[in-house]
C-alpha cells in the first residue's frame, strides 16, 4: 500500500493492474450484448466517475452519456430518503438505458433509480455496477453486469469516498473502521 494511505487504510483489496483488467472485461461483455444498439449510459453521481472513465474508454459502441445525481439525507430518526440533484437531459424513451452505479450495497438506491427510470419507458433498461455487497442488501435487486463481489466491509477509492474523501485512490482500500466509527 502507497505509504500516504496508510494511517487511513486497513488493506487494498482490488489493486489498480486487477481493476483495469475487470473493468476490460465488463466493457467487452457490454460491447457484445449491446452490439447495433445505441445506448443511453445513464451514470450515477459523483462515486462512478474513474470507473466510468476507464469502461468508457474501452466500448466499442455507439452511445450517449447523461448523468443522473442522487443524494440521501438523514436526520436520524426515520429512515434516509433519495432526492435528485441532477435529472436526466436526454430523452430515455425507446432507449436502451444502462444504469452505472459505483457499489450495490443495500440495494435501496438502485431500487429507487430502477422505479424512475422504468417510468420514462426505455426499450430496455439494465444495471451495471463496478462492487456488488450482497450481504447488506435490504431491497431485492441485482445487477445485471458486476465487477467485484466483495465482502461486508466499508471501501474507498476509485471513485467511492467516505465524507467525500479519498476518490481519487487508483485502487479500491478498506477504510479503517476506528475512522468511520468516531464519524457515527
Ligand atoms: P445502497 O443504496 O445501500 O445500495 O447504497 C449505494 C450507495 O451507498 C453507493 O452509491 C455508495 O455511494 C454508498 N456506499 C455503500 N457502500 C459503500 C462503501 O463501502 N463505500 C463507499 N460508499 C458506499
Ligand atoms: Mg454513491
Not at 483488467?21 to 474513474?50: F, K, N, Q, S, W
Not at 419507458?121 to 442488501?137: F, G, I, M
Request: net charge positive; charged share 25%.
Amino acid at each position: 500500500m502507497p505509504p500516504q494511505w496508510r494511517a487511513d487504510l486497513q488493506e487494498v483489496l482490488i489493486p489498480a493492474p486487477q481493476l483495469r483488467r475487470r473493468v476490460a472485461e465488463m466493457a467487452r461483455a457490454l460491447t457484445r450484448d449491446y452490439a447495433g444498439g445505441d445506448l443511453l449510459v445513464v451514470p450515477l453521481l459523483t462515486g462512478t466517475i474513474l470507473f466510468l472513465a476507464d469502461l468508457l474508454r474501452c466500448l466499442a459502441l455507439p452511445l450517449r452519456l447523461d448523468f443522473l445525481g442522487v443524494s440521501s439525507y438523514r436526520d436520524g430518526t426515520r429512515p434516509r430518503e433519495l432526492i435528485l440533484t441532477k435529472e436526466l437531459r436526454l430523452d430515455a424513451r425507446d432507449r436502451h438505458v444502462l444504469l452505472v452505479d459505483d457499489i450495490l450495497d443495500t440495494g435501496r438506491t438502485l431500487a429507487w433509480v430502477l422505479a424512475r427510470l422504468q417510468r420514462l419507458q426505455p426499450r430496455s433498461l439494465r444495471t451495471c455496477v463496478l462492487l456488488d455487497k450482497p450481504a447488506r442488501r435490504l431491497e431485492p435487486v441485482q445487477a445485471d453486469y458486476v465487477g467485484f463481489t466483495i465482502p461486508d466491509v466499508f471501501v474507498v477509492g476509485y471513485g467511492l469516498d467516505f465524507a467525500e474523501r479519498y476518490r481519487n485512490l487508483p485502487f479500491v482500500g478498506v477504510l479503517r473502521p476506528e475512522l468511520y466509527a468516531a464519524a457515527g
